[in-house]
């Protein structure tokens, strides 16, 4: 147990309290260095009341955040958890909470520290600030009619102002664990408010050349501004279109398990059509040694064997194979090695990791639907797999969609056309670039 990673954790703003509750419980599982937390998610959502699905998604944005390190993914033993360190840096960079009614400044509805002539640069330049800490990033404050005045703007000019949040949550932490360097230690609040104030055209730009200015800025060997000055100065303008297009091109993107671009490159590594598979000749001898060996510890485990290939088991405990079992076990070795990449996404799937793609591969997001779970459309699917000799998708355990492509088994073809042609001009787009 870490008291003072604790006591840093209950001082600092996480931005919900179940990100605090599951800090916290971290902290006690670490020692004063961060270091040593492997608790299974299992374990932290009995010990927090949080479901597992929160606890895995709130683990995946503080790594992505890069508050916490994967020293170790777990899975490879029953009951093995990932194993974690604490980023001291970026724990040191937390911004700390402030009280609105009793501020220690003695101030109240204020989120900064008052400038004065003394304190010219507020709690940046307190050697002994009453919150414990320098170096805390302060943004300018909006006046509300500011902050009207640009949410009218967004209403009229049909932007989702609903939406906005996670448009700028998605600006700080990136794609593939890519977050924008000093967000942590920002505020996003600010930075949403100055991308209300943006029109359209310029959200889709902020957006679209975020990796460009931050590319940029490495090559240059500047440090880049915070998300909130990129945004009301407008950094994204400076940049050439052309610059946006060769960062896009190199860029990757973040592959949830399920989800539509997960769908779509399973999708059609399966119309790819299987790799080569044989049957070895000996086949039915190994199958034979293999009952022999279960049967010395399980005669039930040995039948069940031999039962999942379609083998009956004779009164004097004779293999009788059936006649068409040669092509019954090829069409299952199929099934289980012939699609190598589909089987990496199913498990990548099973073990809930998210996977990395090119960023050309976001053009599949438009040509996948969600299915629900156990629905007439799902069984569909089902079947279909079966009849084309294809692997199933893994179980989605308590997730109620997974996604296929449009228009079910029935728009497969029409989905492969437009795939293709999608992706082939998103790769000639970056060749031009």
């Known amino acids: 147990m870490s008291i003072a990673i604790m006591s840093q954790l209950f001082k600092a703003h996480l931005g919900s309290t179940n990100r605090k509750m599951l800090a ?22 009995r010990e927090t009341e949080l479901s597992e699905r929160t606890v895995q998604r709130i683990l995946s944005e503080f790594v992505d955040e890069g508050l916490l390190i994967v020293r170790r993914k777990g899975g490879w033993k029953p009951g093995e958890g990932t194993r974690y360190d604490f980023n001291m840096s970026a724990l040191v960079r937390l911004q700390t909470a402030k009280v609105a009614t009793e501020g220690c400044h003695g101030d109240t509805r204020d989120t900064v520290t008052p400038m ?10 307190d050697a002994e600030g009453c919150h414990g800490d ?24 049909g932007d989702d102002p609903a939406k906005f949040g996670q448009r700028v949550k998605a600006l700080e932490m990136g794609r593939a664990n890519n977050p924008w360097p000093g967000a942590i230690a920002s505020s996003t609040a600010w930075a949403l408010q100055q991308f209300e104030k943006l029109t359209p055209e310029e959200r889709r730009l902020a957006e679209e050349r975020r990796d460009a200015y931050l590319a940029e800025c490495k090559a240059q060997k ?35 398990p399920f989800g539509p671009v997960w769908a779509g490159m399973r999708a059609l590594a399966l119309l790819d059509g299987p790799e080569p598979v044989e049957v070895p000749l000996d086949v039915r001898d190994r199958i034979r040694q293999t009952f022999e060996t ?43 090695s012939g699609y190598p990449r589909a089987n990496d996404l199913h498990l990548q799937a099973k073990n809930r ?11 599949l997001i438009d040509l996948c639907e969600p299915v ?56 000639s787009d970056d060749h031009a670039a």
Do not use: C
């Not at 320098?134 to 005045?149: A, F, L, N």
């Not at 990791?353 to 053009?363: P, Q, T």
């Open 353 to 363: 990791d998210r996977g990395i793609a090119e960023s050309r591969f976001d053009a």
């Open 222 to 256: 500047v440090k880049n501004v915070a998300l909130g000055v990129y945004l009301r100065d407008k950094k994204f303008l400076d940049l050439s279109p052309l610059v946006g297009k060769a960062q896009a091109a190199s860029a990757k993107i973040a592959v949830a």
């Open 294 to 336: 279960l049967l010395r510890t399980s005669e039930a485990r040995a039948r069940a064997y031999v039962s999942g290939k379609g083998i009956l088991v004779g009164a004097g405990g004779e293999l009788i194979f059936p006649d068409d079992f040669d092509e019954a076990e090829l069409r299952r070795r199929v099934v289980e």
């Open 116 to 125: 004065t002539a003394e304190t010219g640069t507020g709690d940046t330049d």
């Open 372 to 427: 629900p779970v156990g629905s007439d459309l799902f069984e569909r699917w089902r079947s279909y797999h079966e009849q084309a000799g294809w692997p199933f998708v893994p179980d989605p355990g308590s997730m109620p969609v997974v996604y296929f492509p449009k228009g079910g088994p029935e728009g497969l073809h029409q989905f492969e056309i437009a795939a293709s042609a999608a992706l082939r001009q998103e790769r």
């Open 134 to 157: 320098t170096q805390t990033v302060i943004e300018p404050p909006i006046e509300p009619s500011e902050r009207e005045g640009a949410r009218e703007g967004d209403l009229k000019d």
């Open 24 to 45: 916290v419980r971290l902290a006690d599982f670490a020692d004063d260095d961060g270091k040593g937390i492997w608790p299974t998610v299992g374990r932290l959502a």
